[in-house]
């Protein structure tokens, strides 16, 4: 980790729940901006808190909510295949809890009186990029949200509900400018999906930007997965912190 950053576990309130976060913040800097992070289904990683630094670094307080708090900060265990792991990892953060959680540690962060939560954003992986997208259609507290490979639809299984939930069907209605980052070759995430899902973020009026990466698969700026990307990752490191700087 970065001198220049200071970095930590913190708690606050979720309605009648305490959550943690991992917090991280540029050292010597008077109230930064703020950047909420969504982790994806693997939940408040290594490798998760290495980037939630590198925003730090860049001169964000960061925090990444740790979305399974309430079952010991790690996603469900009690599954038999790949594919039971991540619905039961989608469900224990649908929507309806997760995006309360996200907005209550904007709040802890507003709280705190060190950081500038007027100069806020969201930034969200794969589950949390869904979150992200879905929170910002629900709030004016954000002045950007960045989702990275967040599913446009997500199955049956990973759904409350038990149906498609679709995020496509709610993009025309986000609040804020939006920078959507995909693999071109991202075997979860279909190319016709992120087209339908671009063309609704459009409808909202919002400042819109989706960026497809040729060649890169799903989860591929993570640097400790088998589809790591170096290049995508890189250009959308790039790509995050100009819009980021542009609207805080």
């Not at 700026?221 to 170096?230: E, I, L, Q, S, W």
């Amino acid at each position: 980790m970065s001198p220049d950053v200071r970095a930590e576990w913190v708690t606050f309130p979720s309605g009648g729940d305490e959550i943690r976060g991992y917090l991280a913040r540029p050292a010597g800097v008077e109230r930064p901006p703020a950047v909420i992070m969504a982790h994806e289904n693997l939940g408040v990683t290594p490798h998760r808190q290495a980037v939630t630094e590198l925003f730090g670094a860049a001169g964000f307080a960061c925090l990444t909510v740790d979305l399974y708090s309430r079952i010991g900060g790690r996603p469900p265990q009690d599954y038999t295949t790949a594919d039971e792991r991540r619905a039961k990892a989608f469900l224990a953060a649908r929507d309806e809890r997760a995006v309360p959680d996200l907005d209550a540690g904007l709040d802890y962060l507003a709280g705190r009186g060190d950081v500038d939560t007027t100069r806020a954003a969201a930034v969200g992986f794969c589950l949390g990029g869904g979150l992200v997208l879905a929170w910002a259609t629900m709030t004016d507290r954000l002045a950007c949200a960045v989702p990275l490979y967040g599913l446009p639809e997500l199955p049956p299984s990973y759904s409350p509900t038990g149906a498609t939930r679709s995020r496509i069907e709610i993009a025309d209605q986000v609040r804020c400018p939006v920078q959507a980052h995909f693999g071109g070759a991202d075997e979860v995430i279909p190319l016709d999906q992120v087209a339908r899902l671009e063309e609704a973020l459009k409808l909202s009026g919002q400042d819109v930007e989706v960026h497809v990466y040729e060649g890169a698969g799903h989860a591929y700026h993570d640097d400790t997965h088998p589809n790591h990307h170096p290049e995508a990752a890189r250009q959308t490191w790039d790509r995050t912190m100009a819009f980021l700087k542009a609207h805080l």
